[in-house]
Nanobody
């Protein structure tokens, strides 16, 4: 059974940084995609960053160069470095690992940015 666990969330002041980590375990699948979504209260879940099957990266429009996604395929880890955080980035951040179009999700980690 695939397990996906995020870590690294917390409270940070505006203009600060956080690094989120996410690990997949319990499987021998070779994931072909992975990434991060977020959801703020009252809002829909939105893409933050992803590594898609051809290895390219995608970012939400709001990222504007502030975040960077990276991965360790062997360790089945994905990371999200977030810099220049803004109060509007406050949300629950969800990680996923994808295999042939199916996404395996974590439970989420709270990121709160204070002004």
């Amino acid at each position: 059974q695939v397990q996906v666990v995020e870590s690294g969330g917390g409270l940070v002041q505006a203009e600060g940084s956080l690094r989120l980590s996410c690990a997949a375990s319990g499987t021998t699948l070779s994931f072909d995609a992975m990434g991060w979504y977020r959801q703020a209260p009252g809002n829909q879940r939105e893409l933050v960053a992803a590594i898609i099957p051809n290895g390219l990266t995608r970012y939400g429009d709001f990222v504007k160069g502030r975040f960077n996604i990276s991965r360790d395929k062997v360790k089945k880890m994905v990371y999200l470095q977030m810099d220049s955080l803004e109060p509007e980035d406050t949300a629950v951040y969800y990680c996923y690992f994808g295999f042939r179009g199916h996404k395996y999700w974590g439970q989420g980690t709270q990121v709160t940015v204070s002004s």
